[in-house]
């Protein structure tokens, strides 16, 4: 890449890249982000799509709230399912607004853990019965 290809007017995010200078020789430029500068905001919206369309399943009791915190953190079941320290088929019933009603506090603080948000947050979305 060429040095004058390189430069990206970005302030929010700086990255150092080597390009080939004016000279002929290659070397590091600081420069903005290009993903930032050009994708960033369409990002934040998708996530926020994605984020309400999530609630909005929620919310009639079609899916738990470990569900959306599990897709927002873009985590599989086998990997949730090791950070939580339980088999993956507790894991898909928790997954399921009726198995999500039953389940204790000390197994809801531990998937609140791994999504590093708050049990209350957790439960404003839908409250244990």
């Known amino acids: 890449m060429k040095e004058k290809d390189g430069i990206v007017d970005c302030p929010e995010q700086q990255v150092i890249l080597y390009v080939e200078k004016e000279d002929g020789t290659y070397g590091p430029i600081q420069t903005g982000s290009y993903l930032t500068k050009n994708f960033l905001e369409d990002y934040e919206l998708k996530r ?26 873009d985590l599989t079941i086998s990997e949730l399912s090791a ?24 197994l809801l603080e531990r998937y609140a853990e791994v999504f590093d948000i708050t049990v209350p947050d957790m439960l404003r979305l839908m409250p244990l019965s």
Not at 57 to 72: R, T
Not at 83 to 106: C, D, P, T
């Open 83 to 106: 950070r939580v320290n339980l088999r993956q088929g507790k894991v898909k019933k928790h997954l399921e607004a009726k198995h999500y009603q039953s389940l204790k506090i000390e």
């Open 48 to 73: 926020k799509h994605l984020e309400e369309f999530l609630k909005s399943e929620v919310q009639p009791g079609k899916s738990s709230p470990i569900y959306l915190y599990m897709v927002l953190e």
